[in-house]
């Protein structure tokens, strides 16, 4: 949960008035504190006031405040929320941002303990070093969409480190590469140059299909299928998975089809662009990427420190350096970190989850953060 944020230039009043505000806000006194226009008009009172009473409802009441430089955290009996707020040199709010809250919980255990109720189906990996601290399921492929990526990010990194290709390397957008979001290369023109380190860097920060579907081309199918443990037949790019999803008489075909069959099914599919509108629904058991998360920390943790995969921590914000990719689509969610503990030991710890319905991602991130810390506070 998140509220909008308005940056402010001037000086930053003292940090008890910056106190004196949030803490005006989280009781609901309005008549204790003003806004700047500017941060008026990106947050409406109404907007800010169902914020705030959604906060409240979610993590009970306030019972510890700490703040440093304006960033600091909200502690409740059972929660704790990130927080950044900034004054101008009026002591008015211009900025102010609510982080996802997370579960206080004792060690690894209680942790694991909240993740099973996520979802119908969920795993979780927790590891450090060779040593398994959590695992529910890890070796069962699920649902993880763009968490796929990974695997086309470990051929690509393994050629460039072998020499067989290089970050330089420009590769031009064909039209058979043209996605749907998210991403941005999908609206460049037909024959842009885009490099690899581009296409990758886009890939993984903004999880850009369009770049995905260049270099699942340029690396190949079984190579990458392979990667990920999942059968090369089973392997779509995203522009045949979108297409596919927004036919369900073609997505039928393809889940029936004889396992040789399935490749000319998603092409043929894949020939015009597929419809937004109609690939935005839930999705389809059995057409997805499959993958299991003792893979998913297979592949990432040998490019830990690859500044690529540096650039969008997801849930591990604030948590140190982090190798993160994630995945979602209606009835997926996947979050999968590789990080250093405090002994510069290897961490990684990824969770799936798979639902008919819909799954609660606020929650399912400050559950994962949770898991997160108590991994990285294991003695």
């Not at 999803?245 to 040789?260: I, M, T, V």
Request: aromatic share 4%; with cysteine.
């Amino acid at each position: 949960m998140a509220a909008a944020m308005t940056c402010m230039t001037g000086p930053v009043v003292a940090q008890q008035a910056e106190r004196t505000v949030l803490e005006a806000l989280l009781a609901g006194e309005r008549a204790d504190y003003e806004v700047t226009e500017e941060f008026a008009r990106a947050v409406p009172e109404a907007q800010l006031a169902g914020l705030l009473e959604t906060l409240r409802a979610q993590i009970g009441p306030i019972e510890e405040i700490t703040l440093e430089d304006g960033a600091g955290t909200l502690r409740s009996a059972g929660y704790q929320v990130p927080v950044r707020i900034v004054l101008d040199a009026e002591g008015r709010l211009a900025g102010l941002r609510f982080g996802t809250p997370e579960p206080l919980v004792a060690d690894l255990r209680e942790a694991v303990d909240g993740l099973q109720a996520l979802g119908t189906e969920v795993s979780w990996l927790v590891t450090r070093g060779d040593e398994a601290l959590a695992a529910g399921d890890a070796a069962h492929p699920l649902a993880v969409a763009s968490a796929f990526k990974l695997g086309i990010l470990s051929v690509l990194v393994r050629d460039v480190r072998s020499g067989k290709t290089d970050w330089d390397r420009v590769l031009r957008i064909g039209e058979g590469h043209r996605s749907l979001p998210s991403g941005r290369l999908q609206d460049f023109p037909e024959e842009a140059p885009v490099t690899l380190h581009t296409a990758a860097l886009l890939m993984i920060a903004e999880s850009d299909n369009t770049a995905t579907d260049l270099l699942l081309d340029l690396l190949g199918r079984d190579t990458v299928a392979e990667e990920l443990g999942i059968a090369p037949e089973n392997m779509l790019s995203t522009r045949e998975f979108f297409a596919l999803k927004a036919d369900p008489a073609a997505a039928q075909a393809w889940r029936d089809a004889a396992p040789e069959l399935r490749p000319a099914i998603a092409a043929e599919a894949a020939v015009q662009p597929p419809d937004p509108a109609a690939a935005s629904g839930q999705s389809v058991p059995g057409m997805e990427w499959y993958v299991s998360l003792e893979r998913l920390c297979e592949l990432i943790l040998p490019m830990t420190g690859l500044p690529i995969l540096e650039l969008n921590p997801g849930p591990a914000y604030g948590l140190g350096p982090a190798a993160y990719k994630g995945g979602s689509e209606p009835g997926v969610l996947n979050f999968t970190v590789a990080l250093q503990d405090a002994e510069e030991r290897p961490v990684c710890a990824a969770l799936t989850i798979n639902d008919p319905g819909l799954i609660d991602e606020a929650a399912a991130t400050g559950a994962f953060r949770a898991l997160l810390r108590r991994a990285l506070g294991q003695p």
